[in-house]
């Protein structure tokens, strides 16, 4: 299994509140990426990032940030969680190019 | 963006039976993967296929991107089977595009 770890597994915040999810990898690769999960939607992508300081907006950024100060983490922040963002999370990491993308076990926000 | 559309959107089967899901994408890939993801909400590889046949077990799976679909089958079926099965796709930008899933429901 690919080494992926996020963190919380799950997580119950207020509307306003600002969140923090992390995503850590041992895998040494250099491509990493959040994604949210939502009845009917499969999954879309939030931000990725191609190496160390490189991130760029997927498909449904508004309202979320992320950064990668180190190869290994991947941190996504809602700053001001809305009801809207109560959703499943999950990381997902790649190395070289034409390689299959690995996902962590996913993490469940809820936004009340 | 890129379309990517599953079908079917559900599926029942009885253990034992075979089935075929299938993937079809608005343009050109560079890679697609098949994924399932079981009761527990993990998300599993089954198959990183661009191109081709490949065959895992009593899955296998072929992508024709000439015409721009792919298919999974299912063959006898096991109640650890069911789930949701995803396809995503990739246009060379390293990012994957996901279909909505096709829900499998094995019964006993």
């Known amino acids: 299994d690919a080494g992926i770890t996020q963190s919380p597994r799950h997580k119950v915040t207020e509307t306003g509140t600002p969140v923090t999810l992390r995503c850590h990898q041992t895998?040494?690769?250099?491509?990493m990426y959040w994604y949210r999960q939502d009845p009917g939607h499969g999954l879309r992508l939030i931000h990725y990032?191609?190496?160390?300081?490189?991130?760029d907006k997927g498909e449904v950024s508004d309202g979320y940030s992320v950064s990668r100060s180190k190869t290994e983490d991947f941190l996504l922040t809602l700053e001001s969680a809305t009801s809207s963002q109560t959703s499943v999370y999950f990381c997902?990491?790649?190395?070289?190019?034409?390689?299959?993308?690995?996902f962590g076990q996913g993490t469940r926000l809820t936004v009340v | 963006g890129i379309q990517v559309e599953q079908s079917p959107p559900d599926l029942i089967l009885q253990e034992g039976a075979n089935s075929t899901l299938r993937c079809n994408f608005s343009?050109?890939?560079?890679?697609l993967q098949w994924f399932h993801q079981n009761p527990w909400g993990q998300l599993i590889n089954l198959f990183y296929?661009?191109?081709g046949t490949k065959q895992n077990g009593r899955l296998s799976a072929t992508t024709v991107a000439t015409e721009r679909y792919s298919l999974l089958y299912i063959s006898s079926s096991q109640t650890t089977d069911s789930g949701v099965y995803f396809c995503?796709?990739?246009?060379?930008?390293?990012?994957?595009?996901f279909g909505a899933g096709t829900t499998v429901t094995v019964r006993a």
């Open positions: 997902a990491i790649r190395g070289p190019m034409n390689t299959e993308a690995f």
């Open positions: 895998e040494n690769h250099r491509y």
């Open positions: 990032s191609y190496g160390v300081k490189d991130t």
């Open positions: 343009d050109s890939v560079n890679n």
């Open positions: 296929i661009p191109s």
């Open positions: 995503a796709v990739e246009q060379g930008d390293y990012k994957l595009s």
